[in-house]
């Protein structure tokens, strides 16, 4: 892999002594996300995990719920060794709180998830999140450090909830009750980026419902991510919102790849799309509904289609830019990269000496 194409690996990856500076790969992210500097700074917190086990309503010092619930501020959570983690309640993670898996073997699976809500500047890295559970309601313990009652959730391995600047990069999630990824309820200035998505039938949801009208103000980058094997659809379903799709790798689907209802705004840009041996070959999905169809925008900029995949364009309108400020723009490159770009993708198979 030429590691100069990817912005976001290049600005970190090459350097041997990452490891002491785990905190540099905050000015590494792009897309609406923009740079994460509010999670570092002299007053950082620096927290490493040593217990696997979780104590939903009273979590104990060492458990990861200690640290990205109870404790406030700016909060870096590293784990100690290789874990596998079980969730007994959804982890509600606070404010200005990185977890990151680097370097370590970290799995949180089988039970309860990630759940962002009402909160913001969070970064996810390097986690493997699979076989999420549905819940039923109780008390948990709430991103303000105080124990909450929470509803029922679904069994999604990430959901944002009124979330803003939130990046989640280079992780692996698959095989989920309900599905790996929702931006949801006003969540915006999202990057989602180099993660793996398999094994699952509905991928991402960006907007909550159809009603939800917050969520014309939605925002979110999906740059240099690999779908597949066996994803069925939504990657990702958008609804209301805009989403800039570039330089991602989808390896087959059953339904669609990228669908939407209520008149998103969409930015298909320099993606790989392998259609699949049988079945639908059409990468998008629209449903129309009640709304107007011209209203839609759904564009295609040089892409490239194999095994005979294609892609329904808006007719006329105008191709959505993304209005990137200068903190969150980076340079979409040719599509031919995109094998090499996506290589990687997912967490990182590295051990505490090994190269990333």
Not at 96 to 107: E, L, S, Y
Not at 164 to 191: A, F, M, P, Q
Not at 304 to 325: D, H, I, L, M, Q
Not at 334 to 342: A, F, G, M, N, W
């Given at each position: 892999?030429?590691?100069?194409?990817?912005?976001?690996d290049?600005?970190w990856?090459?350097y041997?002594?990452?490891r002491r500076?785990?905190?540099q790969i905050?000015?590494?992210?792009?897309?609406?996300?923009?740079?994460m500097i509010?999670?570092?700074g002299?007053?950082l917190?620096?927290?490493?995990?040593?217990?696997?086990n979780d104590?939903?309503m009273n979590?104990?010092m060492?458990?990861?719920?200690y640290?990205?619930?109870?404790i406030q501020g700016?909060?870096?959570i590293?784990?100690?060794k290789?874990m596998?983690?079980r969730?007994l309640?959804?982890?509600?993670?606070?404010s200005f709180?990185?977890?990151?898996g680097?370097?370590?073997?970290i799995?949180?699976?089988?039970?309860?998830?990630?759940?962002?809500f009402?909160?913001t500047?969070i970064i996810i890295h390097s986690?493997r999140?699979h076989?999420?559970?549905a819940?039923?309601?109780g008390m948990?313990?709430?991103?303000?450090?105080?124990v909450i009652h929470?509803?029922p959730?679904d069994g999604?391995?990430?959901?944002?909830?009124?979330?803003?600047?939130?990046?989640?990069?280079?992780?692996?999630l698959?095989?989920c009750?309900?599905?790996?990824?929702d931006?949801t309820?006003?969540?915006?200035?999202v990057?989602?980026s180099n993660?793996?998505f398999?094994e699952?039938?509905?991928?991402m949801?960006?907007?909550?419902?159809?009603?939800?009208?917050r969520?014309?103000?939605?925002?979110?980058?999906?740059?240099?991510?690999y779908?597949g094997?066996?994803?069925n659809?939504?990657?990702p379903?958008?609804?209301?919102g805009?989403?800039?799709?570039?330089?991602?790798?989808?390896?087959?689907w059953?339904?669609y790849?990228?669908?939407g209802?209520m008149?998103?705004s969409?930015?298909s840009?320099?993606n790989?799309f392998?259609?699949?041996?049988?079945?639908s070959?059409e990468v998008?999905w629209?449903n129309?509904?009640?709304?107007?169809?011209?209203k839609?925008?759904?564009h295609?900029?040089r892409d490239?289609f194999?095994n005979?995949?294609s892609?329904?364009?808006?007719?006329?309108?105008?191709?959505p830019k993304?209005?990137?400020?200068?903190?969150?723009s980076?340079?979409?490159?040719d599509?031919?990269?995109?094998?090499?770009l996506?290589r990687?993708s997912g967490?990182?198979?590295?051990?505490r000496?090994s190269?990333?």
């Amino acid at each position: 892999m030429d590691l100069n194409m990817n912005m976001i690996d290049n600005c970190w990856r090459p350097y041997p002594e990452w490891r002491r500076h785990k905190q540099q790969i905050a000015t590494c992210s792009v897309g609406y996300a923009g740079k994460m500097i509010n999670n570092i700074g002299k007053d950082l917190i620096h927290y490493k995990v040593t217990d696997p086990n979780d104590d939903p309503m009273n979590p104990k010092m060492g458990t990861l719920r200690y640290g990205a619930s109870v404790i406030q501020g700016k909060v870096w959570i590293t784990f100690q060794k290789d874990m596998n983690i079980r969730l007994l309640k959804p982890l509600l993670i606070s404010s200005f709180t990185t977890i990151d898996g680097r370097g370590v073997n970290i799995h949180i699976a089988d039970n309860a998830c990630l759940m962002i809500f009402k909160a913001t500047d969070i970064i996810i890295h390097s986690i493997r999140i699979h076989h999420c559970k549905a819940q039923t309601s109780g008390m948990v313990m709430g991103p303000n450090g105080k124990v909450i009652h929470l509803g029922p959730v679904d069994g999604d391995a990430i959901r944002l909830v009124t979330a803003s600047k939130i990046w989640i990069d280079h992780n692996t999630l698959y095989d989920c009750e309900d599905g790996l990824l929702d931006v949801t309820r006003g969540s915006s200035n999202v990057t989602i980026s180099n993660n793996w998505f398999r094994e699952q039938d509905k991928v991402m949801l960006l907007g909550h419902d159809d009603g939800y009208v917050r969520d014309k103000n939605m925002k979110v980058t999906v740059l240099y991510n690999y779908f597949g094997p066996n994803c069925n659809q939504r990657m990702p379903r958008i609804r209301h919102g805009y989403a800039h799709v570039a330089n991602n790798l989808y390896l087959g689907w059953v339904q669609y790849a990228i669908g939407g209802s209520m008149e998103p705004s969409l930015k298909s840009e320099s993606n790989l799309f392998i259609a699949p041996k049988v079945g639908s070959k059409e990468v998008t999905w629209r449903n129309i509904g009640q709304t107007n169809g011209n209203k839609w925008e759904f564009h295609s900029i040089r892409d490239a289609f194999e095994n005979g995949a294609s892609f329904a364009v808006t007719k006329g309108g105008r191709v959505p830019k993304p209005n990137y400020n200068k903190e969150q723009s980076f340079k979409v490159v040719d599509v031919k990269y995109v094998r090499s770009l996506t290589r990687i993708s997912g967490a990182f198979q590295c051990s505490r000496t090994s190269i990333c």
